[in-house]
């Protein structure tokens, strides 16, 4: 490891452009960069010096270090520092997605698949939340942005964000209160010929940490989804398919998906939980198509819709439907 008397270049002394300069000593002893950069820059994780290292960040006598490389006595290091991608959550940034309607208090999104709705670990940019604060500059004084409920990533539709901390309140309350009524239209493998209810509690897999279960979950929730068959089909391999309508009377993580995969009627195409992709499906068949909310200054009830997208369209165009 590098000795303490390395030459080092006061960041104080430097702009934002110019980087920080470590001049290994002669009796410094040779070693991989990430671990000398790990010693001289404490306040920052190695693995964050080693994406600034893959990322050419980092320079070692003039040439663009990699990571394992070994550096040694008279090494000089350039380092250009980057801002953590946390850092950069509530940033703004232009982002595409539709506004179908607004109000003083509020605004009704209807968010595409594919798109983040809030930054978290692995998408601290580019969500629905940094679109919002570029749209909507007056979003930086309400917590998250105004953002009081979630979408998944791949399924689309309606989300509401409130504009103020007394409206976003408000539609905390309702969502408790569960008075917000949030439908989505799903597409299942099998065929479901009755209405019905799943009520099981839902909690993280503990076997695979990016799903959520109903079975032996952690720190499980409670959690309720009625659904309604509209039509049954099959796809043009002949496997039965169910359009379904989805009411959530709460509003856990991936409940609809896990609900149904339960019963053993997973998404279309929700490979995560048993899905197949079909008929060109990329993603999950799921759309918030329908909410509705109390208003905060007039307490008058306000309904949206929201058509399917033109992927989930497609999708249903290639089914073969009996009824």
């Not at 208090?105 to 809030?118: E, F, Q, R, S």
């Not at 979630?150 to 007394?166: I, W």
């Not at 009524?181 to 993280?204: C, E, M, S």
Request: glycine letters at 6%; charged letters at 20%; one cysteine or more.
């Amino acid at each position: 490891m590098p000795d303490t008397d390395i030459t080092k270049e006061s960041s104080s002394d430097l702009s934002d452009d110019e980087p920080l300069v470590f001049e290994l000593p002669f009796k410094t002893l040779p070693d991989r960069l990430d671990k000398v950069l790990a010693s001289l820059l404490p306040e920052h994780s190695r693995s964050r010096l080693q994406s600034w290292i893959e990322g050419g960040h980092v320079t070692v006598n003039g040439a663009q270090a990699r990571v394992r490389q070994m550096v040694g006595p008279a090494d000089r290091i350039e380092v250009r520092e980057q801002v953590a991608p946390e850092q950069q959550a509530f940033s703004p940034e232009p982002v595409d997605f539709d506004v179908i309607a607004q109000s003083p208090d509020w605004i009704v999104v209807n968010k595409p698949a594919g798109l983040v709705t809030h930054p978290g670990a692995g998408n601290w940019s580019g969500t629905l939340l940094n679109g919002l604060l570029y749209r909507y500059p007056e979003l930086a004084t309400v917590p998250r942005a105004g953002i009081v409920h979630r979408l998944d990533k791949d399924t689309s539709g309606l989300l509401v964000v409130a504009r103020h901390e007394k409206s976003q309140t408000h539609l905390v309350r309702q969502l408790q209160d569960r008075s917000v009524k949030r439908q989505y239209v799903a597409l299942v493998h099998g065929w479901v010929n009755a209405p019905g209810t799943v009520d099981q509690p839902i909690g993280r897999d503990p076997r695979v940490p990016v799903r959520m279960t109903t079975e032996r979950p952690i720190a499980a929730r409670e959690a309720v989804t009625h659904f309604s068959p509209e039509r049954i089909g099959v796809t043009p391999e002949n496997q039965p398919v169910t359009q379904l309508v989805c009411q959530l009377q709460t509003g856990r993580t991936h409940q609809i998906r896990v609900h149904m995969a339960s019963i053993c009627h997973p998404l279309v195409a929700d490979v995560l939980y048993g899905g197949k992709l079909v008929a060109g499906a990329m993603r999950q068949m799921l759309h918030a198509q329908a909410l509705a909310f109390d208003d905060f200054s007039s307490g008058e009830r306000v309904s949206f819709q929201a058509p399917v997208p033109d992927d989930f369209e497609r999708v249903v165009e290639h089914l073969v439907w009996q009824s």
